[in-house]
């Protein structure tokens, strides 16, 4: 299956590891990953902010480089899916695909929800995979500690807990529980900036609960949550380390043997 | 200009910001064991309470004719009020007919008499209201405004009350809350012997039968509502059920939403004055309350007028429990307030306060009716902007232009790490708090191309 990898303007401009890993996981799951490179952010940012005129050209242009042309038929995820020759997006972003599903036929007023899924509701919901890596798989000498956060938008595409079964699925990787997992990281956009005071005491709370489970790396699924919990943890001087969660997947898958 | 929630969390007692935090985090567990214990799938009881819901606010007029035509059956006079001003007065004329030389009012808990601000009024035409709820009576005493929807003095500690209590000379001072209670209490028995006018809300209000339901917890309802002469009821349009088997549903979601009983201490079924009883109110009147309801029905934020007013969204919300619900200038505070707040009195005034919201949707996932609060306040934001009612910082038209070509988004990447280390008054949000972000590894785009 091809799959078009949506970047997120955030991986772009910062985290391209987690683009790379994404590419990486999306192969080892057998799928043939295409770039568009057009591609440049879905227009959350004005949407959030209430500048939506800003936000639909935007979204103009994001549909011209992943569908063709703005105004392309309407879809179903869900068919889209079965249909071997349709085009879906993937995207390492609850968030940016919530957008797309949600924001966008909100924002244009139709009932139109494109195929674009987030990573892991690609590979468990749609390629039915319940195991990571696939295949056999070294055996670790040491299971890592990791706290997991959920990223708040997921609700928006009805994401249930496929990010943490696959974390939950490898053999390295022990997730301890964390105080409050409902509780959001206090980022919201451009909240965090123009509400930084409430924004940074509920990330420090988060921050707080994190550290008190004894795990030292934070993994997440969206880049949003953690390029704002990362910027407290160093202004704080905490040791924790923040990744995808792609990271975590990609780092085991095992290198091929050449023939 | 910093916002005014952003404003007050850089003021708020730390002390107070621990109160409200503790109290919602037990509420918002102790609700999901509640809902559990209540409904074999509380989803689903969600999702029914806001179709039924959703059917009352399609058939609104013929049910709130239905109701009052019932209600005038079993003897409660029943008057409509467009406005705050209208409901004012029709409780002041009410008041005058009974009490012409003014005195003390009992009033029961209620959000729909703080919302048009009835007390200052009462006061200023020579009555005395005493609020009964234990906590808003304290609100009372401490002429502050209640901060959430179900629990009126979440922000304060037992020994804020006490200080109170002390000052108004209920008795010797005492942090054990049995021993407030009960000062609070011989204080308030005294009221209710004099009062001859009990003021309430309505919780639900049954079409069918022209019942008016009452929940509460401490028994001031009963007694502000059966102990004086004169019972006035004000209630919201749109706080109808069709017939009253909804009420097996709602009552129960309400009590595990609000306060994780299945059931409140006291249900009221009120159907109209005393008739062979030998006690009980002589007159009972309720007063509809459109106050900007008929035109919220007409808007895209109808369905906020679902809301059962249970505080479940407070709790939850993370912006709430840092700040609390004075942080919203508002008598509806936390995700319900940011919504309704410019919803009933427009975005020029308040529609600044949907901006206090990171979106995460954990209010629209424990609303007992499913209101899609985080829509609403997006629909909100544009509605401001488009009315010129809330200007934002950023230039979102110059982000437009980069984001839509695709070299001009390639070149502002490369500038990324020079552009980062340059001062902009935008940062300063950031850098408060976070240190700047910066790039991880290698950047996507060049490992792509080298690949291939």
Known sequence: MTVKLMLTCLCDAFYGEVGIATVRVLEHAGCKVEFPAGQTCCGQPPFNAGDWEASRSVARHWREVFFGSPQ???????????????????????????????????????????????????????????????????????????????????????????????????????????????????????????????????????????????????????????????????????????????????????????? | MRPPVEKFAREIAPEKVANVSSASATRVISRIKALAEAFEDPDAARRHAAEV?????????????????????????????????????????????????????????????????????????????????????????????????????????????????????????????????????????????????????????????????????????????????????????????????????????????????????????ISGPRKEERDGPREVHLILLDNGRSRILRSQYREILRCIRCGACQNVCPVYRQVSGHAYHYVYSGPIGAVLAPALDGVEKMGWVAKASSLCGACEEVCPVCIPIPRMLLQIRDESVRAGAVKDSVPWHLFAKAATSGWQWRAGLKLLPMASKMPHPLKQGWTEYRAMPHRVGRPFRSWWNERR
């Open chain 2, 53 to 269: 819901k959703n059917y009352v606010l399609d058939n609104l007029k013929d049910l709130l004719i239905q109701l009052e035509a019932k209600c005038q059956e079993n003897g409660i006079r029943v008057y409509w009020a467009k406005d705050g001003e209208r409901a004012r007065q029709i409780a002041l004329e009410i008041c005058r007919a009974t009490y012409p030389e003014g005195g003390t009012i009992v009033k029961a808990k209620s959000m729909v008499t703080e919302e048009i601000h009835l007390n200052p009024f009462l006061e200023e035409n020579g009555y005395r209201p005493v609020e009964t709820d234990l906590g808003e009576y304290v609100v009372q005493l401490e002429h502050e405004t209640p901060s959430h929807i179900v629990a009126p003095i979440v922000h304060m500690n037992r020994g804020q009350v006490a200080n109170a209590f002390e000052r108004e000379g209920l008795g010797p001072r005492t942090e054990d809350p049995v021993e407030l209670t009960m000062q609070a209490r011989a204080k308030l028995r005294s009221h209710f012997r004099e009062a001859q006018i009990g003021i309430s809300g309505v919780n639900f209000a049954v079409a069918e039968t022209g019942r008016l339901v009452l929940v509460e917890n401490e028994g001031n309802n009963r007694l502000s509502t059966t102990a004086p002469v004169v019972h006035i009821a004000f209630m919201g349009i749109e706080k109808i059920l069709p017939c009253e088997p909804d009420l097996a549903l709602f009552l129960r979601l309400l009590g595990c939403s609000a306060t994780a009983q299945h059931m409140t201490g006291y249900v009221h079924l």
């Open chain 1, 72 to 259: 392309s038929e309407i879809r179903n995820p869900k068919s889209a899916i079965r249909d071997p020759k349709s085009e879906i997006v993937v995207a390492p972003s609850s968030s940016c695909a919530a957008m797309i599903r949600e924001g966008y036929p909100l924002m244009f007023g139709y009932d139109d929800h494109l195929p674009v899924f987030e990573l892991s509701e690609f590979l468990v919901d749609h390629l039915g995979i319940d195991k990571w890596p696939i295949g056999p798989a070294p055996q670790p000498g040491q299971k890592t500690k990791i706290a997991f956060h959920q990223a708040c938008h997921g609700r928006g595409i009805g994401l249930k807990d496929q990010q943490i079964r696959l974390l939950a699925s490898m053999q390295g990787i022990e997730i301890v529980p964390i105080d409050q997992p409902e509780q959001c990281c206090g980022f919201g956009g451009a909240f965090s900036i123009g509400h930084p005071t409430v924004s940074a005491a509920i990330g420090k709370q988060k921050l707080k609960r994190v550290v008190e489970s004894g795990a030292t790396i934070l993994v997440s699924g969206d880049m949003g949550c953690l390029i704002h919990l990362q910027g407290l943890i160093e202004k704080e001087g905490l040791k924790i380390e923040v990744r995808h969660f792609a990271e975590i997947l990609a780092e085991a898958i095992p290198a091929k043997v050449p023939a």
